[in-house]
């Protein structure tokens, strides 16, 4: 019983903060996750060719109203633990309360949902936190219309400052297009982060590798099992957004031109690399399971060897002994001058002859 309450105390909150909406209306919004920041900040981008500004505008009430038909603009959203806020921004842009509620429930799965107005996307935002050792996953929610894109994450996510800094610059590419093209870097800029995240992993698996080859220990066991967990967790997050890239190219909204879609095709090419890095991981985990194994396995194997050897040894010298403490009367041996002192000779030697054997078959 006190087992069961252990386990009990450990319960994801996610998980929990789930099963209280059973029974809720659809579109009936309840945030799910973890605060990550003490209160939400919004930032406002507006840009054309010519001309980059940055919106002071705090009020949900007047965000529809930055909005310019010859500019893009970019609403980001860092922070989701305010429900009322963040259902008055998307109020004020018609978005369906079902896309409301998804962007509040921060456990999804990346997809892509297609409206008449606008287009509605969840991606998972993966990173490694050094001083934690663990991985950061988080969501990202974006909404593409026309003319703007309203992005939602959990906390600032600093990919994102660094495509700010892209935009102030007139010379880049980003600043020429529309709205789909800054859905799409948004996108990239998250999926670039796989990439970081693999290699951080990648080099952690391989310097385990090494002293497991070396000198295995009992505690890689778990190391190599939370390194698969890992695997697991990105592959859960990296497997259903091929499905959702792969939505957005083959997509016929009007608000992704043709000149956008090879980039959404490089980003489905993206994806399938990083896919193809995760299975490369989890093949080698797998193969340095089977070795930490068969270490373990030949290492027991060498144990019971040397145990074997020791009482190889002992077993003729055992019948020596057991055959001179029978209470025989009559035993010739017992009564020779030399009897005691030939015994111990014939022990030694024979423990000898043996040893000599035994290290010539590499036994010992």
């Keep these: 019983m006190q087992h069961r309450k252990e386990k009990k105390k450990k319960k994801s909150p996610i998980l929990s903060q789930l099963s209280e909406k059973i029974g809720d209306a659809p579109g009936q919004c309840r945030f799910v996750g973890e605060r990550k920041i003490d209160e939400p900040a919004i930032r406002v981008f507006q840009y054309d060719a010519s001309e980059f500004r940055e919106i002071n505008e705090n009020d949900p009430e007047k965000l ?11 609403i980001d959203v860092s922070g989701l633990h305010d429900k009322n806020l963040i259902e008055k921004i998307c109020t004020r842009f018609f978005i369906h309360p079902l896309v409301i509620e998804d962007i509040l429930e921060t456990s999804h799965r990346p997809k892509m949902d297609e409206y008449d107005d606008y287009l509605f996307v969840i991606l998972r935002i993966i990173g490694y936190d050094d001083q934690k050792d ?16 309203l992005s939602f994450v959990e906390r600032p996510n600093p990919r994102f400052l660094q495509l700010v800094e892209r935009l102030k610059n007139p010379k880049y590419r980003i600043r020429k297009e529309q709205s789909d093209y800054l859905a ?25 590798q090494e002293e497991l080859l070396s000198d295995p220990q ?20 990296v497997w259903p ?4 890239i792969g939505k957005l190219e083959r997509s016929e909204s009007e608000l992704i031109r043709p000149t956008t879609l090879p980039y959404f095709r490089d980003l489905y090419d993206n994806v399938i690399q990083v896919m193809d890095v995760i299975e490369n991981y989890r093949d080698i985990l797998a193969g340095m399971l ?20 020791i009482a190889t040894l002992f077993i003729p010298l055992t019948f020596i002994v057991g055959v001179y403490g029978m209470n025989f009367e009559w035993m010739p041996e017992l009564k020779l001058k030399w009897g005691y002192p030939a015994v111990w000779v014939l022990m030694i030697v024979i423990t000898l002859v043996q040893l000599r054997y035994f290290r010539k078959k590499g036994w010992f």
Excluded at 64 to 74: A, G, I, N
């Design 134 to 149: 663990e991985i950061v996953n988080e969501q990202l929610s974006l909404i593409l219309g026309d003319g703007f894109v």
């Design 241 to 244: 957004l091929r499905e959702t």
């Design 218 to 237: 009992p505690d890689m066991l778990e190391q190599i099992h939370t390194f698969k967990s890992r695997m697991i967790e990105l592959r859960r997050a």
């Design 290 to 309: 089977d070795t930490f194994l068969s270490s373990v396995s030949n290492r027991m194997n060498e144990v019971m060897q040397r145990l074997t050897v």
């Design 184 to 208: 799409y870097a948004l996108m990239d800029a998250t999926i670039d982060d796989y990439f970081s995240t693999l290699e951080i992993l990648g080099e952690k698996i391989e310097t385990l």
């Design 64 to 74: 529809p109203q930055v909005l310019r038909q010859e500019s893009v603009t970019w």
